[in-house]
């Protein structure tokens, strides 16, 4: 028994001992049906595939009932789905030791049942209770804390940041510049010094 959609309840049975080209014979009674009117069909269908259509009309009905609050008056069957199984293969033994091959097929049952009227207020609450439920968990809680410190570490662009760096980087060349002229003067003065000592000398 399982749940696709908070709209619709569910139920299937698998690998049944019987063709799906049988079994669709009576699965075309009951789309569209309510579910009362298309049990009292299955009780007066004679036919093999009525009983596994009945069970799983009633526990698609204790599906919808228990999980989702529906009425059993306003339940219809919207889809009644048969799929072919595996098949399996078995051997006939035939004349001048030949055989012949025996295909025992097997099918896929899904009853879906949907609600005619008050469904969908229904539903919308048992959606927005999942999603409180969803939204006040633990993992959700640490991930929005964690998001918030995240953005609280990262640097923040501020104008006034921005000025200090533009000025720093002023005052930064102008020292380059005023030592690159010390280093010049400095030169110039050991080339002076050095023609007045070659004068000396020559005197």
């Not at 896929?108 to 006040?136: P, R």
């Not at 760096?165 to 110039?188: C, E, H, M, P, V």
């Amino acid at each position: 028994m399982k749940v696709e959609n908070h709209n619709l309840a569910v139920a299937s049975l698998k690998t049944q001992r019987i063709s799906a080209f049988k079994a669709r014979l009576v699965a075309v009674l009951l789309k569209g049906k309510k579910v009362s009117d298309a049990l009292a069909i299955l009780s007066h269908t004679k036919k093999k595939a009525s009983p596994i259509f009945t069970k799983l009309i009633n526990s698609a009905v204790a599906n919808a009932i228990n999980n989702h609050g529906f009425e059993h008056s306003n339940l219809i069957i919207k889809a009644a789905i048969v799929n072919e199984g595996p098949t399996l293969k078995r051997f006939r033994p035939r004349a001048k030791g030949a055989a012949s091959q025996i295909l025992k097929r097997t099918s896929h049952f899904k009853v879906i049942l949907a609600s005619q009227n008050g469904g969908e207020s229904q539903n919308q609450e048992y959606q927005e209770t999942e999603k409180n439920l969803v939204s006040k968990s633990p993992e959700n809680t640490q991930s929005g804390a964690l998001s918030q410190q995240s953005q609280a570490e990262q640097p923040q662009n501020d104008p006034e940041n921005g000025v200090d760096s533009q000025l720093s980087a002023k005052t930064n060349s102008i020292t380059t510049a005023k030592k690159t002229d010390l280093a010049d003067n400095n030169t110039k003065n050991d080339a002076t010094n050095t023609v007045l000592a070659q004068e000396k000398e020559v005197k």
